[in-house]
């Protein structure tokens, strides 16, 4: 069973002599932006990247990825993933349990959401990006992010009285979330007051910053430095 399971998880490549690459560490990467070593920035460009890169630390993401530094490539990615999939399969569970007034749950819940979002302004405006071998998986990684953010913001409309109308069940959360991130909006649930308006435009502001991903980062374009880092 076990070694089905490896099948299934690493294909033909065997975990423990896969490729193994330099690891460079999130404060190195820190040192690059702020010495621009990769970048040509200024401005509110710069102040932006130096951010995002520094927030980074204070989220657990770059920590599972250190812990799993001296495992080979395929092993940290795999690593990597599977904290995204708890990141997707917990706001859902939250949703199906009703374990949305859960405070300690709920306030992880936003701390994830924070961490996705920093996340994706950071794959915007600091690109570690192969083109050529990971495409495929960076798009499917994605589109679990966006599930994972649709999920999230259902849990913090179930949370509140925010809408015309309660949402007392999963569903109806996950519905008005849905439909609010993919810029749908039905009308027969809508924000009622100025917490649930806020949150509607974040919401939004999350699908637009979905879009200006895809297209700044799987669409070809000419990047402003030839550096290609295999780490993230």
Do not use: C
Not at 90 to 119: A, G
Not at 165 to 176: E, G, K, S, T
């Amino acid at each position: 069973m076990k070694q089905h399971l490896k099948k299934l998880v690493y294909g033909n490549t065997d975990p423990r002599k896969g490729t193994k690459v330099h690891v460079i560490s999130h404060f190195k990467k820190i040192e690059n932006v702020w010495n621009s070593s990769q970048y040509y920035d200024f401005g509110i460009e710069r102040i932006t990247r130096l951010f995002l890169v520094v927030s980074k630390v204070f989220f657990p993401g770059i920590y599972i990825d250190y812990l799993s530094r001296n495992s080979t490539y395929q092993h940290r990615k795999i690593t990597g993933e599977f904290y995204i999939i708890f990141k997707t399969v917990m706001p859902f569970l939250m949703l199906y349990y009703s374990l949305w007034h859960e405070h300690w749950l709920f306030v992880i819940n936003i701390y994830l959401l924070i961490e996705t979002f920093l996340y994706i302004f950071h794959k915007i405006f600091l690109p570690e990006h192969n083109h050529y071998k990971t495409h495929n998986r960076s798009l499917i990684l994605l589109f679990f992010n966006f599930i994972e953010v649709i999920a999230s913001f259902g849990v913090v409309y179930a949370a509140g009285n925010y809408l015309n109308r309660p949402v007392d069940n999963w569903a109806d959360a996950l519905y008005f979330s849905f439909i609010t991130g993919a810029t749908i909006g039905y009308g027969d649930y809508h924000p009622v007051n100025e917490a649930g308006k806020l949150l509607v435009m974040l919401q939004i502001i999350s699908t637009l910053s979905f879009l200006i991903l895809f297209f700044n980062f799987f669409a070809p374009r000419v990047q402003d430095t030839g550096f290609v880092d295999l780490d993230k």
